[in-house]
């Protein structure tokens, strides 16, 4: 089971060269695929701020993803407590919450983040 991180996300829906073979059979192949929906507001976050151009709006983001059979993960309070726990490695919000929601519900992130393995996590790249 596998937490996409908001840059392969984009990548793997764009169908960019950006993402690694590994990273895109992965998404491929696995029945339970996940991304956060803290992944969509932080698409929104940059859109709003002139951060990312995109020419996919949130909710068609969201509707490609149930296409691809890609779930999305909410924000739960369990989640939360598990990020007051977590080191201060990463400086990131969102990477931050995707890290704690991983752990919380035992998921390999997807991710080309180098920080991001710095925690006792399962990544895949």
């Known amino acids: 089971m596998f937490l996409i ?3 392969a996300l ?12 590994t990273a895109k ?13 803290a992944s ?10 002139g951060k990312l151009d995109l020419e996919f709006s949130s909710v ?3 509707r490609l993803c149930i296409q691809k059979e890609i779930s999305l993960l909410p924000i739960k309070a ?7 726990d977590l080191p201060k ?22 991710t080309r983040d180098q920080t991001i393995p710095q925690y006792d996590i399962k990544t895949l790249w």
């Not at 059979?25 to 929906?37: G, H, Q, V, Y």
């Open 78 to 84: 369990e989640h939360l407590d598990k990020l007051n």
């Open 10 to 21: 984009l990548w793997y829906l764009r169908d960019s060269p950006e993402i690694s073979k």
């Open 40 to 49: 969509l507001w932080e698409i929104a976050i940059k859109r709003n701020i």
């Open 60 to 62: 068609q983001i969201e």
């Open 89 to 110: 490695h990463h400086k990131d919000p969102f990477d931050r919450l995707l890290i704690a929601q991983a752990l919380a519900e035992n998921l390999c992130i997807i």
């Open 5 to 7: 991180d908001t840059h």
């Open 25 to 37: 059979e992965a998404i491929d192949k696995s029945d339970r695929i996940f991304t956060s929906i």
